[in-house]
């Protein structure tokens, strides 16, 4: 399994890799992906890494598991690949999306245009087994996702960071409160989206912090497919 951290990223947690309980984490995964469909492929576990290189990280989006069904996961939180239908909780994002800032709903889930303009999109959990949600939770993944938050916790720069739902919530114990702003709602899921997620305003409360930081605010309009294909 070729699995490499960007170099942006290798520099600040390149000790977790040796780490043993990093060892066997990518042992078990190898093992599960010689038995099992695993999500998303070898390729994009490290894609939020990818498209947000440490120094641009301006807000961290927490997620919690990949989607587990077919094509859907690609490396970041709450986004699905083009031409795959945005699962409930991507579309309940879209909704409130356009309830808050006035952005048209895409005809498509892929959220890499926010990725691209510093959106740290961490899910907890990095794979799992095609069909089997949160089969891979408990290996390991979270130590080394505790160590993703804690290191931009440590950054020079404040960051905005995203917790939606309990889950999330809970690792606002790794986050100085005091240097970095903090946006929380409930998860968008369908089971708890009309308890708190609905009408939080969260895109334009990030802008807003953003601001206040002095950073530049995230552009959350998403083209349509079809206009990024004829942009090629």
């Known amino acids: 399994m070729n699995l490499k951290l960007p170099p942006s990223w290798r520099r600040v947690l390149g000790d977790e890799l040796s780490e043993s309980y990093y060892r066997e984490l990518q ?46 996961s690609h490396g970041l939180c709450f986004s699905v690949r083009h031409g795959v239908k945005p699962p409930p909780s991507l579309a309940n994002i879209f909704k409130e999306l356009h309830d808050d800032v006035g952005c048209d709903i895409p005809n498509h889930g892929c959220l890499e ?31 080394f996702t505790d160590a993703v938050i804690r290191k ?17 919530q809970k690792k606002s114990r790794l986050i100085d409160l005091n240097r970095h702003a903090l946006v929380q709602a409930a998860h ?8 708190g997620f609905f009408g939080s305003k969260p895109f334009s409360a990030i802008n807003r912090e953003l601001g206040q930081l002095g950073h530049k605010v995230i552009d959350w309009r998403l083209p349509n497919h079809t206009e990024l294909s004829n942009e090629r």
């Open 188 to 195: 968008p899921s369908p089971l708890s989206a009309r308890r």
């Open 152 to 168: 931009v916790n440590e950054k020079s720069d404040p960051v905005v960071f995203v917790l939606w739902g309990r889950p999330a």
């Open 27 to 72: 042992a078990f995964v190898r093992a599960e992906r010689r038995r099992h469909t695993v999500y998303p492929p070898v390729k994009d576990v490290f894609a939020a890494f990818d498209l947000t290189p440490f120094k641009q990280v301006r807000v961290l989006l927490l997620g919690q598991d990949p989607y587990h069904d077919e094509g859907q």
């Open 113 to 143: 245009s926010w990725a691209q303009q510093g959106v740290l999109m961490l899910n907890t959990v990095l794979t799992v087994r095609a069909h089997q949600a949160h089969s891979h939770r408990g290996r390991g993944w979270e130590i």
